[in-house]
């Protein structure tokens, strides 16, 4: 009895790859600035109302969170203020304004448990990382609260003493090696 040969494996399709690379986590913006500005205690994935234009100008990569801050209306909506999506450059006469308020896609829940929280004091709601999942835009919020001064410079200086003892640690394996 002949022993059976191996099947190589299978060459994904230009669909199959098309797919991996929709579902893949594609970061557009982030905002560097929130973990330094504030302490992150609870994250959210909240979807977000885009018109076709600003969908088409986060693709090619162009936006901007750094001024960005969460709102929330009487409704009990979030909305999404200051983000800087520019226009996109083939657009027409239907181009969308860069600064508008965009609306977030939350659970009813998450909305009211966010709203409660902003109303106590020293909590805000920031946008951490805008990023395509699967195809669709999705938006990173935090629940934060607002650091002093003196936390800014001590967070500083525990990451400045972290990289000298890295540093330390990296040449003391060099001379051992």
Excluded at 111 to 140: C, D, I, N, W
Excluded at 147 to 175: F, G, P, T
Aim: hydrophobic share 40%; aromatic share 6%; charged share 30%.
């Amino acid at each position: 009895m002949a022993a059976k040969k191996p099947v190589p494996p299978r060459k994904p399709t230009a669909g199959e790859k098309a797919k991996a690379a929709s579902d893949a986590h594609k970061t557009v913006a982030r905002n560097k600035k929130a973990s330094h500005d504030y302490f992150i205690e609870d994250r959210y994935e909240a979807g977000l109302v885009l018109t076709g234009t600003e969908v088409k100008a986060l693709r090619m990569g162009r936006a901007s969170l750094t001024e960005a801050w969460i709102e929330f209306d009487r409704h009990g909506e979030a909305w999404l203020q200051g983000a800087h999506i520019p226009e996109y450059l083939q657009g027409t006469w239907n181009n969308h304004s860069p600064r508008r308020k965009r609306k977030l896609l939350l659970h009813r829940a998450e909305l009211a448990r966010l709203a409660s929280k902003v109303q106590a004091k020293g909590y805000t709601v920031v946008p951490l990382e805008l990023y395509f999942l699967g195809g669709r835009a999705k938006l990173e919020i935090a629940l934060a609260r607002g650091k002093q001064d003196w936390d800014k410079r001590q967070a500083l200086r525990e990451a400045q003493d972290k990289r000298e003892a890295q540093r330390a640690m990296a040449a003391a394996n060099r001379r051992q090696g």
